[in-house]
């Protein structure tokens, strides 16, 4: 991506070091994130887990620069995000993290297609028409393009969101719950094809949930208790996640 | 991005249509008025070149004071003179009257349109042309013009009573005619008498005189040269002018008038303008906060703030020029519509064609686009700070200015417009600066004040609320905590309610102090116990009466003394400066008015050679009584007046007086603005029962004569107390009808953003509904909080309304107003409107809330 990438994030696609999220002071503090270190590589499909209020979200939110950090530094590929002003944080969102979440994903008025297009158009340059063809057609959304977010399933909805994720073709997806509100076939079908855009076109994605089931497409989980990394899990089947998942909450 | 700014208003068509609607509403008004002024314009200027008629040109007396229907007549010995110059084609010699000459119809109705003039005419082949019937050509006959004959049934052949200057006569209709053109007759509604030149002159009252004489040109001769020749032929004491140069004067005047008439309209089209601006503000507000999610999404994706900002702008522009189009067609009919509401209040407005220029047209759409964008500037300064992660969080909320600068903004805004105000009210010399002053002053006032209001907005809204919650439990706690909980839109919701009701209630005190004043001026001034004015009434002092009239009331025994009063503008020069005059028969004035003279006095003074003033001109001026004042008249005499009284009451007499003596020595017209009358025998003193049976005696004797000129109304102290109190209030009915106005606008804007929170509330609105809230329970709640929030608007509005106008009252001269009266009855009143407005308001959202479907409500997101 860059022209000399430092070594050590040569294989890192989004990266934190020592990321510290305070929130609140004195007795109302609450130290959301507490010195994360964590690196999401190249091509890798990598889970965020825990419990709820462990922190996983604001992860997300601090390393997706729509947050900021109290203390400690977030990489987009080699570029920090912490000194970056709120016009280049936001340049470096449209052109190169893409985002799922959970709901209220697509703007109402939009088809489609106008969705999956929009932060090329935000950007004022042309999609690249046989990239986005070709999405299109590997989510199955051929037929139902021209339709607006309210005539379609939510299924079909989350479809387009991811669509439109991979659309600028990203160094990063962050996605938020993305089957959170979907039932389990349909959530099965988004993650399947998330699992192929890492396989077939290298995608990075960061995935947060609570669905050890969803958890099990990813390449790696990474376990988050009370703002820290506690463990992680190679090659993660739903079994061995939610066997760790027990361990964690004893 | 410009594309899902123009989707989204296609997809929000109420959302758009709330917006638009002030918007088109304000550019309506402002294009209305410039329709209705430039149409009537081009009417007038047509009439103008008419009204000059087809003479070359014109000898009259050079004038320099007073009005154009004050110039003086000549002998007509003058006309033989011309007769002889070389290249004169004709001579029409002529004599007219303005207000003075009123036919009598069938019915013994005296025909005079409320505005438009009677006019008396001699007969003038050049712009009079025969419809029907002959031109008046022996004594005793007369014709009129054919909308006259129209519209009150005048059949040529009968005999009709004429009103003239000095007397009543007998008429035969021997024609009808068309003025300016022998195919259309050019009408602005006046009534026109015209008769042969001799019976003109001598029922005209100009013996042996001419007002002008017209001149016709021998075809190819030079029009200058003949001019001269006949300007030397007939001396300096007359003047020659060209028809161009009568045609301007006309056009001037009438301009004059039309410039009146669209300052008035135009000061009322931006107060809609005004108050729009607040609505369309609030509205932009409560969509960018709406759409806060779908920005904030649109903000995770990569829009840049600018971006956010600029749709929001891009959204104001299409808003305003989408409104700019409608409202410039509602301005047209608006436009028609506003001749036809002017034309029912008593006025005749000339029908003609619809004038649509381009300098509307740039107006309409800097008011349409401008207010618009300028209205969207501080949202979409907010909507630049929306952050992403609105997108994934439920309840995130605009940033708003901070309490304390605001008290600051809003605190400085109020000081220095209310700096401005005293400026303008008190210190200020010029009209010019007296408005520039006032009208910047109060709308820094209103926008401080705005500023500042949430800042009160809650507790005030928690307060009036209380009352509601008492009465009606838990509804009624809902709408009170409703309306407080969002301080900032209660108060700009309630701002456009707020200037509505300040300006209402300014008029309120103002008319209400001048009401009392001039009351109190009857009570206390009056002694007269009988009054004569023009049947007509209205504020018009060149309408005037018969001078025949007064004296026959006079030969009556039942009335022992009649005064007669006369008026005219800026006609008598006194060191260089034109002054108002007032005229009275100075023997038994002060027996009729009581002026409050402190030195001096009229009775035994020298009618011709005297002069009465109010004590301000007297300082002023440095003069006391005994000393000599120099005054010019419109017939260019000047007169050595001696000052005989000065008096202290400016509210009968204005600040000048002289005797009738001194009026008919100098003035041309002789109709009588006014006349009093006292009653033989009657005093005050006398018991309940003989003043009311020489009061009924009174009456008796002088019901024949109103009968006989129906262009006058004769009225007992108590009647004419009565119709004068009446005149006042239809008067000041009409200002509040067109304030009116902008409560209509105030109550468009609560029920805009009642609908948008109701929209914004959806899921809210489903829980209570799923927790038990009946439709009818739902509908209750909006009701009221929309009532908690025009009340809270309409007080706000008042306070600063009585303060205007106690201050406005306080600057008027005492002349016109010197008591201070708050009319606390009629306020009251005004929060009750304002608060049935507010029900008004709230009929369609509330209705709108209590239709959701509670499941779909729920999962709204």
């Not at chain 2, 019915?107 to 409320?114: F, H, K, N, S, T």
């Not at chain 2, 003394?561 to 005219?568: E, G, Q």
Request: hydrophobic share 45%; with cysteine.
């Amino acid at each position: 991506m860059t022209d000399a990438p430092p070594p050590a994030s040569a294989a890192a696609a989004a990266r934190a070091e020592g990321a510290t999220k305070i929130y609140g002071s004195g007795d109302t503090e609450v130290r959301a994130l507490d010195g994360v270190d964590v690196s999401f590589n190249l091509g890798e499909f990598t889970a965020i887990m825990g419990p709820s209020g462990s922190g996983k979200s604001t992860l997300m939110h601090c390393m997706a620069g729509l947050d900021t950090l109290t203390s400690g530094e977030v990489y987009i590929g080699a570029t920090p995000l912490s000194v970056q002003s709120e016009k280049d944080l936001t340049l470096l969102r449209r052109d190169n993290v893409g985002f799922v979440f959970q709901a209220f994903n697509l703007i109402p008025t939009l088809t489609a297609m106008e969705n999956i297009t929009l932060p090329a158009d935000l950007a004022g340059r042309p999609a690249d028409a046989e990239w986005v063809d070709k999405v299109i057609s590997t989510v199955g959304l051929t037929n139902r393009i021209t339709h607006r977010p309210n005539e379609l399933s939510g299924g079909q909805q989350q479809r387009v969101a991811v669509s439109r994720a991979l659309a600028s073709q990203p160094e990063i997806i962050f996605a938020d719950e993305p089957t959170g509100n979907l039932d389990s076939t349909t959530g099965g079908e988004i993650l399947a094809f998330m699992r192929s855009a890492v396989d077939e076109y290298g995608q990075t994605i960061a995935m947060v949930t609570h669905d050890p089931t969803a958890a099990s497409y990813a390449d790696r989980v990474i376990f988050l208790v009370d703002g820290k990394i506690v463990d992680e899990l190679s090659d993660p089947t739903p079994d061995t996640v939610l066997d760790m998942m027990k361990s964690l909450g004893d | 991005m410009l594309r899902l700014t123009i989707k989204n208003l296609l997809d929000k068509k109420i959302r758009f249509a709330l917006t638009t609607l002030a918007v088109i509403v304000s550019v309506a008004s402002v294009v209305g008025v410039f329709v209705l002024t430039d149409s009537l314009r081009a009417s007038f200027s047509g009439l103008a070149g008419d009204i000059a008629g087809g003479s070359d040109l014109t000898v009259r007396v050079a004038q320099d004071l007073g009005q154009e229907f004050d110039r003086p007549p000549f002998d007509e010995a003058f006309a033989d003179g011309i007769d002889v110059v070389d290249g004169v084609d004709d001579v029409i010699p002529g004599v007219f009257s303005f207000n003075d000459t009123v036919i009598i119809d069938d019915d013994g109705e005296a025909i005079r349109p409320q505005g438009p003039p009677t006019l008396g005419f001699s007969w003038d082949p050049t712009t009079f042309f025969i419809a029907a019937g002959d031109a008046p050509d022996a004594l005793g006959e007369f014709a009129t013009d054919v909308s006259t004959a129209a519209d009150n049934g005048l059949i040529i052949g009968q005999t009709y009573a004429i009103d003239g200057p000095t007397r009543q006569e007998d008429f035969r209709l021997v024609g009808t005619f068309r003025f300016g053109s022998p195919d259309e007759h050019t009408s602005l509604g006046q009534t026109m008498a015209a008769f042969e030149l001799e019976q003109a002159q001598d029922f005209l009252n100009r013996p042996g005189q001419y007002d002008a004489i017209a001149v016709v040109v021998e075809q190819g001769e030079d029009v200058a040269t003949v001019q001269a020749a006949i300007q030397a032929a007939v001396g300096q004491e007359l003047e020659v002018v060209t028809s161009e140069v009568i045609e301007d004067e006309n056009a001037e005047g009438f301009d004059e008038f039309i410039s009146i008439f669209n300052n008035i309209l135009l000061a009322f089209a931006f107060i809609i303008v005004f108050v729009s601006t607040f609505i369309i503000n609030n509205t932009f507000q409560i969509v960018v906060s709406q759409r806060i999610r779908e920005l904030g999404l649109l903000r995770a994706i990569g829009a840049t703030g600018n971006q956010v900002a600029r749709s929001v702008y891009f959204e104001a522009l299409l808003v305003g020029l989408f409104s700019t189009v409608v409202g410039i067609l509602f301005g047209l009919l608006l436009g028609q519509g506003l001749r036809g509401a002017l034309n029912s209040l008593g006025f005749s407005l000339p029908a003609g064609p619809i004038e649509l220029q381009t300098r509307t047209i740039v107006w309409a759409a800097a008011i349409g686009v401008g207010v618009t964008m300028l209205s969207a500037i501080v949202p979409a300064r907010r909507s630049r700070t929306i952050s992403p992660i609105a997108a994934i969080q439920n309840d995130q909320r605009l940033a708003g200015a901070s309490l304390t600068r605001r008290l600051w903004v809003g605190g400085v805004m109020t000081l220095i417009g209310g700096a401005l105000l005293v400026v303008g009210l008190f210190v200020a010399s010029t009209t010019t600066n007296v408005l520039t002053n006032v009208a910047i002053g109060a709308v820094l006032i209103f926008i401080g004040v705005n500023t500042l209001s949430p800042s009160f907005a809650r507790p005030v809204a928690t307060a009036l609320g209380a009352p509601i919650a008492r009465l009606f439990g838990t509804t009624g706690e809902i709408a009170r905590g409703n309306a407080a909980r969002s301080p900032r839109r209660t108060a700009s919701t309630a701002g456009a309610l707020m200037i509505g009701l300040a300006l209402v209630g300014m008029a309120g005190v103002v008319g209400s102090s001048l009401t009392k004043t001039f009351l109190n001026t009857l009570d206390n001034a009056v002694e007269a116990d009988y009054f004569v004015q023009s049947s007509s009434g209205g504020f018009d002092p060149s309408v005037t009466f018969a001078e025949e009239i007064a004296t026959e009331i006079d030969s009556l025994p039942e009335f022992d003394s009649v005064v007669r009063y006369r008026f005219a503008q800026s006609s008598m020069r006194i060191g260089g400066v034109d002054k108002d005059v007032f005229a009275a028969d100075f023997d038994l004035v002060e027996r009729h008015l009581d002026a409050d003279i402190i030195t001096g006095g009229l009775t035994d003074a020298d009618p011709r050679g005297s002069i009465a003033l109010h004590q301000d001109p007297a300082e002023d001026l440095g003069v006391g009584v005994g000393d000599t004042l120099t005054a010019t008249f419109p017939d260019g005499e000047t007169d050595e007046l001696t000052v005989v009284a000065v008096f202290t009451d400016s509210s009968i007499f204005g600040n000048w007086l002289v005797d009738n003596d001194v009026w008919e020595a100098h003035f041309v017209r002789t109709g009588l603005a006014f006349a009093s009358a006292t009653v033989t025998g009657f005093s005050d003193d006398l018991p309940q029962a003989e003043q009311d049976a020489l009061l009924e005696q009174a009456a008796a004797a002088i019901a024949p004569v109103a009968e006989q000129f129906p262009t006058i109304v004769a009225e007992s102290r108590v009647e004419f107390r009565q119709s004068q109190q009446d005149q006042l209030n239809s008067f000041l009915a009409v200002i509040f009808v067109l304030l009116a106005l902008s409560l209509v606008i105030a109550l468009i804007g609560i029920a805009n953003t009642l609908a948008l929170s109701v929209f914004e509330r959806t899921r809210e609105i489903g829980l209570l509904r799923a927790v038990g809230m009946t439709r009818r329970q739902l509908r209750r709640a909006i009701r009221w909080e929309a009532v908690i929030i025009a009340v809270f608007g309409a007080i706000l509005g008042l306070i600063l309304g009585v303060i205007f106008g106690v201050a406005a009252v306080i600057a008027i001269p005492d002349t016109f107003i010197s008591i201070v009266s708050v009319p606390y009855g009629q306020l009251v009143v005004y929060v009750l409107i304002a608060a049935i407005a507010g029900i008004l308001a709230a009929i369609l959202p509330a209705r709108r809330a209590a239709r959701l479907n509670v499941l779909d409500a729920i999962s709204h997101e």
